[in-house]
Structure formats: C-alpha cells, structure tokens
C-alpha cells in the first residue's frame, strides 16, 4: 500500500540522515575545512575536496553502523 511505501521512504530518508551526520561527525575537520572554501570560493572542485579529504578517510569502511 501507499503507506507502507511511504514508510519505508521515511525510514530510508531518516537512516541515510543519521549516516551523513555521522560521517560529518567523524571528519569534522575536513568537513570544515570544505566548508571554508566554498565561504570564499562559492565553489569547489571534486579535486579539491579529493586533496582535502587524501589519506584521512576510509572510503572502504562502513561508516553507517
């Protein structure tokens, strides 16, 4: 039904929140450091943001547990 979908929506949309603010948690300082050059840039690279976040996360790891 409609609303089981709309369920399980709400559960995904609320599930993929919790792990975004996790890994905002957990880099933090890189998080900030993006965050810095888009107030002074108004835009940023994916080679930017590649160089910032290098060696400091674990695109292999889970982060959402």
Request: charged share 35%; hydrophobic share 35%; proline share 0%.
């Amino acid at each position: 039904t409609r609303y089981d979908v709309d369920k399980e929506v709400s559960k995904l949309i609320e599930f993929s929140y919790n792990a975004a603010l996790k890994l905002i948690d957990l880099h933090k300082e890189q998080f900030l450091e993006v965050v810095d050059v888009l107030k002074k840039e108004r835009i940023i690279s994916g080679s930017h943001i590649n160089e910032i976040l290098e060696n400091k996360i674990d695109f292999g790891k889970d982060y959402t547990t």
